[in-house]
């Protein structure tokens, strides 16, 4: 693995890398939601994933802004306004539909997920460059 040039460089790899992670533990989540638990499970975890990834987004967007020094007022409510979206996609899957609130809850937790792949991808790159002297 080549050595990347700046620190900037070894951000925006990190956060491809949690896209992609994010993509496809959402894709064998919502396999194996409906696996077990049929189609409201793979439903109900598709949904959790995407408000992740959604809220992944808004939060990046929020950290940006504040790290450039911008104030902008559609940011704090992007903030603000996962939350709002979290709890108003667990509501109307209670409320509305027979999908798995559980798989709901497990699809949330797709960003940690992605997070944590991403840490040891990390681990792994350093401790194999430790080793070849890199």
């Known amino acids: 693995m080549a050595e ?52 992944f987004r808004w939060l990046k967007q929020a950290v940006d802004a504040v790290a450039a020094g911008r104030r902008r007022r559609l940011l704090v409510w992007k903030f603000v306004g996962r939350y709002l979206l979290i709890g108003a996609a667990a509501y109307a899957i209670l409320r509305y539909t027979a999908w798995n609130v559980k798989a709901l809850v497990a699809g949330l937790f797709l960003f940690v997920a992605a997070i944590l792949a991403e840490i040891c991808f990390e681990i792994v790159v350093g401790l194999r460059n430790d080793r070849h002297g890199t």
Not at 26 to 47: K, S
């Open 4 to 55: 990347l040039s700046t620190e900037g460089d070894f951000y925006l790899s990190a956060e491809r890398r949690i896209w992609r992670f994010q993509l496809a533990i959402a894709a064998m989540g919502t396999a194996g939601a409906g696996w077990l638990t049929g189609a409201g499970g793979a439903a109900g975890f598709a949904v959790g994933a995407a408000v992740s990834a959604l809220n």
